[in-house]
């Protein structure tokens, strides 16, 4: 897969500057929509403890949310960085999704967790599956038959 910013060859070698471009195929462009919505959803999970009351007393949910949405933004930014890694880490940030689904009612059995925090990690983690899924289906559909 190619990466989002592609070097085009230089033609002048004491040209310092080099001219980049978006990859304009279907595929690359949805797999790499796919990876930049993962990391706003990222971005999202880290930042809602300071929008949303996600547990009643205690900094364990805040905390689980900062560190799971960091997490999920850096997959997303590798991912977009490193074309051949892109398959892998679409498979981590679904496995990222599963554990933001499952996070709140694990969270639950030791700590009282809001209503908000439940709803936010279970749409953010279901979102990242579906994202991923159409991450891999992307690069799936770019790949030759023969390969």
Request: zero cysteines; glycine letters at 10%.
């Amino acid at each position: 897969m190619s990466t989002p910013l592609i070097r085009r060859p230089e033609s002048d070698a004491a040209s310092s500057q080099a001219e980049y471009t978006l990859s304009a195929t279907p595929g690359a462009l949805g797999a790499q929509m796919s990876a930049v919505l993962a990391v706003l959803t990222g971005v999202w999970v880290a930042l809602s403890p300071w929008f949303l009351t996600l547990q009643q007393g205690g900094t364990n949910a805040n905390t689980v949310n900062l560190i799971s949405g960091l997490a999920v933004a850096a997959v997303g930014v590798f991912a977009l960085a490193n074309p051949r890694a892109f398959a892998s880490l679409q498979v981590g940030s679904a496995l990222l999704g599963v554990w933001l689904v499952i996070a709140g009612p694990i969270l639950s059995q030791k700590f009282t967790i809001a209503d908000p925090m439940f709803w936010s990690n279970s749409v953010a983690g279901a979102v990242l599956i579906v994202l991923a899924a159409a991450g891999l289906g992307a690069v799936a559909l770019r790949r030759p038959a023969g390969r």
